[in-house]
C-alpha cells in the first residue's frame, strides 16, 4: 500500500488526465456555444444553459455552508459537561489490570479522574 | 468562621469565594458573582428604546414603543428571576449529603441535595465548552452496580465558572471532608 509511483498508477492518470480536459471542452461547448448550432448539428436533448451557470454555484454555495456545517456539528458532537463521556469511555471501562512488577515500569492505563485530581491538587506531606 | 476571597471567573468577571465553617464535619462554601450592572442595564434598555423609535419613525404606528416598554420589563423580570444567579452554594455535610444551592437575583432559590452514599467524589474535571478548554467541579454519582463506576455527572457553579485557584480551594475544602467517610465507616 505504498504511495509508489506504478505503471497502473500512470496509467490511471493519464487517463483521468485526459477525461478531464474532455469534460471541460464539453462544458465549455455547452455553456457558450449557440443554441442554434447546436440543433443544426443535431445535438437537441442537451439540458438548458441555465444550468451550465447554476451548477457551479450551487457547488461554491455547498462548499460555504459546509465549513459552516461542519462547525455547527462539531459543537454538536461535544460531549457535554454534564456527561460521563468527559471522564471515561468504553476502553476504560473494560481495560484490564496488569499486575505491579517491581524495578519495571508500570504498565499503561487509564488513571481514574479522583487519583489525578489527589495528585495534582492535594499537596503530598 | 467566615472568610471571603476575591477570585476571577473563566470570562474575567470578579467573583467571591466565602467559607464557612459550622462544624467539624459541615461546610458551607458560597461563590458570588457579580451584581447586575446600572450602566448595562441601562445600556440595554436605551438600545431597545432607540430601535423602537427607529421603527416607529418608519412606520408611524405608535404600538412600536409601547411594545417596546412591554418588552424591556417584562424581559428585565424574566431575566432577573430564571437568568442571572447571584450566588451558588455548595453545603457539605459529612455524614448526610451535599446541597447544591444557586440564588437568583430576584430572590427565587433553587436547591438540589445529594444524599452522601450516592456521591463517590467531588472532582476538578476540564472539558470544551464553547471553544474553550475549562476547569469546572464536578460531584460523581456512584453506580449501584458498578463500584468502580460512575453513573452520572454533575457539574457544579455552572453560571459563576470561577477559574482554577478558586476551584482547588473548594476542591481542598470538600476532600477533608469526604475523606472522613473512609476513617469513619460506622454506619452502613
Request: net charge neutral.
Amino acid at each position: 500500500n505504498s504511495p509508489a509511483p506504478l505503471p497502473e498508477r500512470a496509467i490511471y492518470g493519464f487517463a483521468l488526465f485526459l477525461g478531464s480536459w474532455f469534460g471541460f471542452i464539453l462544458y465549455l461547448i455547452w455553456a457558450y456555444v449557440p443554441e442554434t448550432w447546436l440543433f443544426s448539428l443535431g445535438l437537441t436533448y442537451w439540458p438548458q444553459k441555465y444550468w451550465a451557470v447554476a451548477l457551479p454555484v450551487y457547488l461554491l454555495v455547498a462548499v460555504g455552508i459546509g465549513y459552516i456545517l461542519l462547525f455547527g456539528i462539531n459543537m454538536m458532537s461535544t460531549a457535554p459537561l454534564n456527561s460521563t463521556h468527559t471522564i471515561t469511555d468504553n476502553y476504560a471501562k473494560k481495560q484490564q489490570h496488569k499486575k505491579f512488577q517491581e524495578e519495571a515500569i508500570p504498565a499503561l492505563r487509564d488513571i481514574p479522574i479522583s487519583e489525578v485530581n489527589r495528585m495534582f491538587f492535594l499537596p503530598e506531606k | 468562621m467566615a472568610e471571603e476571597r476575591r477570585f476571577r471567573s473563566a470570562s474575567g468577571a470578579p467573583i467571591a469565594l466565602r467559607r464557612r465553617q459550622h462544624s467539624a464535619s459541615c461546610r458551607e462554601l458560597a461563590v458570588r458573582g457579580p451584581r447586575l450592572q446600572l450602566r448595562s442595564l441601562s445600556a440595554a434598555t436605551s438600545a431597545v428604546w432607540l430601535a423602537a423609535y427607529g421603527l416607529f419613525a418608519l412606520s408611524e404606528n405608535s404600538m412600536v414603543l409601547s411594545a417596546a416598554i412591554f418588552i424591556t420589563l417584562i424581559g428585565l423580570i424574566v431575566y432577573l428571576h430564571f437568568v442571572k444567579i447571584d450566588q451558588e452554594s455548595l453545603l457539605v455535610i459529612g455524614s448526610l449529603g451535599i446541597q447544591v444551592t444557586s440564588s437568583y437575583a430576584s430572590g427565587k432559590e433553587s436547591t438540589t441535595f445529594i444524599e452522601m452514599g450516592q456521591v463517590k467524589d467531588v472532582v476538578i474535571n476540564e472539558a470544551i465548552h464553547m471553544q474553550k478548554v475549562i476547569y469546572y467541579l464536578c460531584i460523581l454519582l456512584q453506580d449501584p452496580e458498578d463500584p468502580q463506576g460512575v453513573s452520572e455527572v454533575v457539574p457544579l457553579f455552572q453560571s459563576s465558572k470561577p477559574r482554577l485557584d478558586c476551584l482547588i480551594e473548594v476542591y481542598k475544602s470538600c476532600q477533608e471532608i469526604l475523606e472522613q467517610r473512609k476513617t469513619a465507616p460506622q454506619s452502613s
